[in-house]
T-cell receptor, first 110, second 113 residues
C-alpha cells in the first residue's frame, strides 16, 4: 500500500515552459487536492476533485490546470511556468476526514 | 468562509517544558478541526482531529487539543517537549459536508536541550 505517490521530487523549469506534476493514490479515495506551500503562508489550495470527472478551483488556481480521468490519478499542469510558481507542491488524498499527503515536489522556475 | 489563525509563527521551548501552539478558527457552521505536523523535507502527517465527539482530543506522540466553541479555539498542547517534536505544525479546518481543508500559516516549534 503506497498511499500517495508524487513525482517528480525536484524540478527546475525555465520561464514559459510547461510541465505536469503527477499524483497517484491507491486508497480508493474520491477526494484529492493540490496545495502549494510557501514560507509564512502555510498551504494554499490550488485545485481539488471530489471524484473522477469532477474538479474545482481552490484559493490560488491561476496558472494551473487539473483533470481527473480516474479515481487514482490527479495530475497538476503548469501551462506556462512563471517565477511566482516557485514553491513546494503537495498532493493529498482524503478519506474518512483524514488527508494523506505525498512527499512533495520542490519546483524552481528560473 | 472558513479560516484558521495560528498565533506565533515560531515557538521555542526547552526540552521537558510545556508545548502550547495556538489556533483559532472562523466558521459559520460547526467545523471539523485538525492538527498536522511536518518534519523537514517531508509531507504532512495527521496529529489529531476533532469531528464532534469528545472536545478533548488525544493524538499521536503525546499531543492533545481541546475544542472550545466559546473561544473558537483548538490549541495544541503537550506536557513535556522532546527534541524530536521540533517540526512545523499546521492547524486546519473543514466543514462537515466536504473534505476541503483550509490551513493556517503554520507554527515552527524549536526545542532546546
Amino acid at each position: 500500500n503506497a498511499g500517495v505517490t508524487q513525482t517528480p521530487k525536484f524540478q527546475v523549469l525555465k520561464t514559459g515552459q510547461s510541465m505536469t506534476l503527477q499524483c497517484a493514490q491507491d486508497m480508493n479515495h474520491e477526494y484529492m487536492s493540490w496545495y502549494r506551500q510557501d514560507p509564512g503562508m502555510g498551504l494554499r489550495l490550488i485545485h481539488y476533485s471530489v471524484g473522477a470527472g469532477i474538479t474545482d478551483q481552490g484559493e490560488v488556481p491561476n496558472g494551473y490546470n487539473v483533470s481527473r480521468s480516474t479515481t487514482e490519478d490527479f495530475p497538476l499542469r503548469l501551462l506556462s511556468a512563471a517565477p511566482s510558481q516557485t514553491s513546494v507542491y503537495f498532493c493529498a488524498s482524503t478519506g474518512y476526514t483524514e488527508a494523506f499527503f505525498g512527499q512533495g515536489t520542490r519546483l524552481t522556475v528560473v | 468562509a472558513q479560516s484558521v489563525t495560528q498565533l506565533g509563527s515560531h515557538v521555542s521551548v526547552s526540552e521537558g517544558a510545556l508545548v502550547l501552539l495556538r489556533c483559532n478558527y472562523s466558521s459559520s457552521v460547526p467545523p471539523y478541526l485538525f492538527w498536522y505536523v511536518q518534519y523537514p523535507n517531508q509531507g504532512l502527517q495527521l496529529l489529531l482531529k476533532y469531528t464532534s465527539a469528545a472536545t478533548l482530543v488525544k493524538g499521536i506522540n503525546g499531543f492533545e487539543a481541546e475544542f472550545k466553541k466559546s473561544e473558537t479555539s483548538f490549541h495544541l498542547t503537550k506536557p513535556s517537549a522532546h527534541m524530536s517534536d521540533a517540526a512545523e505544525y499546521f492547524c486546519a479546518v473543514s466543514d462537515r459536508d466536504t473534505d476541503k481543508l483550509i490551513f493556517g500559516t503554520g507554527t515552527r516549534l524549536q526545542v532546546f536541550p
